[in-house]
């Protein structure tokens, strides 16, 4: 039940935003999660602001899975490569937080 929010301020085009959302599909695998499960929220071009600027290109992602967090490191750096790698935004602009939650409702009931 993996949930990731990304909201930068970036505009993600549609090829890069299908690359993106292919290896997110593969990184959450280092959480013991899979692609059948996973939502992804994009918000690009956003009005944000780091550091007391909205210069340079930055993001913030929010990961929100059923359970315990596993992995985060692992998750964070895989995570900050891919957008990195695909957005151009240097890793030391990207902010990544987790939550796991015991209640996760589906389909009319919870898990």
């Known amino acids: 039940m993996p949930y990731i929010k990304t909201s930068t301020n970036v505009k993600i085009e549609e090829e890069k935003l299908n ?22 929220e994009f918000n690009d071009d956003v009005k944000m602001y780091f550091k007391g600027n909205s210069d340079n290109p930055i993001a913030f992602l929010d990961v929100r899975v059923l359970g315990g967090v596993n992995n ?6 895989e995570l900050t ?13 990207i902010y990544i937080t987790y939550q796991g939650y015991s209640d996760w409702g ?3 009931s919870n898990f």
Not at 19 to 40: C, F, H, N, P, V
Not at 72 to 77: L, R
């Open 19 to 40: 690359t993106i959302k292919s290896k997110m599909g593969q990184a959450i695998r280092l959480m013991g999660k899979t692609e059948d499960w996973l939502m992804l």
């Open 72 to 77: 985060s490191n692992e998750m964070t750096h």
């Open 81 to 93: 490569n891919i957008i990195s790698n695909e957005l151009g935004i240097s890793p030391n602009n």
């Open 106 to 108: 589906y389909n009319g």
